[in-house]
């Protein structure tokens, strides 16, 4: 790496929406970032194409007293989209750590979506937590290394504000992470 690149620090890439559609969509991407590892990127991923619009109708009809079986099969489809996109990009260990993922998500958000139905006072402070699981969902995606991407990510989900810059180093890297920053 160049040392300009070093003191320009890590490239930040967003990619939200129908960049991140599918499968394909995926590998366009990881092209774009491979274009750029010399700026040692930081990718940060929104939630496939359309799923925040989902989860927000999910949390919606939760709110409103929606039937749990329905909610759940509609949980169940986001799910399996998340499945065959997973199963597209990735295989071995990876693909079994995301089907692992895929589980406990559906069992989280449909018992999460199931408490705001039961109760639907709570759907406004809810609602977050129900649309944060699309990026939560995508991380998984990209987490982990595959021959095709040739780039390893690790999925971040934070459970606590961080405060301080410092904080946030200390949280999103390694020690030795931290020493090539420098």
Not at 88 to 98: C, I, P, Q
Not at 144 to 154: I, K, N, S
């Amino acid at each position: 790496m160049s040392e300009g690149a070093r003191a320009a620090g890590p490239l930040v890439m967003k990619f939200g929406g129908t960049s991140v559609n599918d499968a394909e969509a995926v590998r366009r991407l990881a092209a774009i970032v491979r274009a750029h590892l010399d700026r040692r990127p930081v990718v940060v991923v929104s939630a496939l194409s359309k799923v925040t619009d989902e989860l927000s109708a999910l949390a919606r009809d939760a709110g409103e007293g929606a039937d749990a079986a329905s909610l759940a099969g509609r949980v169940g489809a986001l799910l399996d989209r998340h499945a065959r996109e997973g199963e597209a990009l990735l295989h071995g260990e990876v693909l079994d750590r995301l089907r692992e993922a895929l589980d406990a998500a559906r069992a989280q958000l449909t018992s999460l979506l199931g408490v705001m139905a039961a109760h639907p006072g709570t759907r406004r402070p809810l609602r977050d937590e129900v649309l944060s699981w699309g990026e939560r969902l995508d991380g998984a995606l990209w987490e982990g290394r595959t021959d095709d991407l040739a780039y390893v990510c690790r999925n971040f989900t934070c459970a606590a504000p961080v405060t301080t810059p410092a904080a946030a180093e200390t949280l999103l890297t390694t020690p030795g992470e931290r020493q090539n920053m420098l």
